[in-house]
């Protein structure tokens, strides 16, 4: 099997034509990897070592303290936006117990890891984000490492958006390579170069797995380590969902507002127009049912 990944991966990287997007070359230390991204060529790069003063910061549109606090939470530790914002480059890097157990797609079994992609096929996103589905998957080799490629799109009242997502895990870490296409289409541009980038991935080193039976143990259950695949969209659609509550907030609060100074001018009207009453009339309007002197209610 993996002779045949192997031939397949070189008529891959034989066929690809060059990206129109230059990649530089990035690291993630703590993983012991770097890969290449465009940082150029209509693309702004937001790192994970980026300071609050990277134009990169300002561009995002959210203020540094936030946008850390996000990335780092959801794993977040490149990402890439076009100059109109219609296509975004998210790579998310983590690791956990799941992906220690699993260390490596190349080393399961192929029917295993077929079976546990068409889970995300089959599986309705419907709670979790909504118009999100998984159309496709394939596994692809690239030098040691194996991805499983998924494509599918994303369609609710807020976004219209197509992806193709390459996922792995090598040396017990999961990266997750997806490129969203916000205009409803993937050119063969961006396949082009969410492969390249893929194609890019290189660990220092391959590890051997640890035989601590307490820490790592040796089974290949992806169900929840997969999970971390629709990272990006979840946060992409939440971040989509956050802005629109944002937006229904300010509006609320807006409509309040007018809403107050409608009532204040009104009462204000009243009180005058009672003024006025009072000014002309001193003493002819009297009281409903008031009583006189004996106690008998004047007409």
Not at 57 to 65: I, L
Not at 103 to 111: G, I, K, Q, T
Not at 165 to 175: D, K, L, P, S
Request: glycine residues 6%; proline residues 3%; negative net charge.
């Amino acid at each position: 099997m993996k002779k045949t990944f192997c031939l397949l991966a070189a008529c891959l990287l034989l066929i690809l034509p060059v990206s129109a997007a230059s990649l530089s070359e990035y690291r993630y230390d703590d993983a012991g990897l770097a890969l290449s991204l465009p940082d150029s060529d209509g693309w702004t790069l937001l790192t994970h070592d980026a300071q609050e003063d990277d134009p990169a910061v300002e561009f995002f549109g959210v203020d540094y303290d936030t946008l850390k606090k996000a990335l780092e939470q959801n794993g977040v530790r490149f990402d890439a936006l076009t100059a109109d914002r219609q296509q975004e480059i998210t790579v998310i890097i983590s690791r956990d117990s799941g992906t220690r157990r699993t260390f490596n797609y190349a080393d399961l079994d192929e029917s295993d890891l077929r079976a546990q992609a068409q889970t995300y096929i089959d599986q309705d996103f419907s709670e979790q984000a909504p118009g999100l589905d998984y159309l496709s998957y394939e596994l692809v080799p690239s030098g040691d490492v194996l991805y499983i490629r998924f494509t599918g799109q994303n369609v609710n009242e807020s976004t219209d958006s197509r992806f193709i997502q390459f996922a792995t895990i090598y040396n017990g870490w999961m990266v997750n390579i997806a490129l969203h296409s916000f205009d409803g289409e993937l050119s063969e541009e961006n396949e082009v170069l969410v492969t390249n980038i893929a194609n890019s991935l290189r660990f220092d080193a391959a590890l051997e797995k640890s035989q601590d039976a307490q820490r790592y143990i040796d089974i290949a259950v992806l169900v929840g380590v997969l999970a971390a695949a629709v990272l990006s969209l979840v946060w992409i659609y939440r971040s989509q969902k956050k802005k629109a509550r944002l937006k229904e907030a300010a509006d609320a609060a807006r409509l309040d507002e007018e809403q107050r100074q409608r009532r204040e001018e009104d009462d204000a009207r009243q009180a005058a127009e009672l003024s006025g009453i009072d000014g002309a009339y001193p003493g002819d309007i009297p009281e409903v049912g008031s009583a006189d002197d004996d106690g008998e209610a004047q007409p």
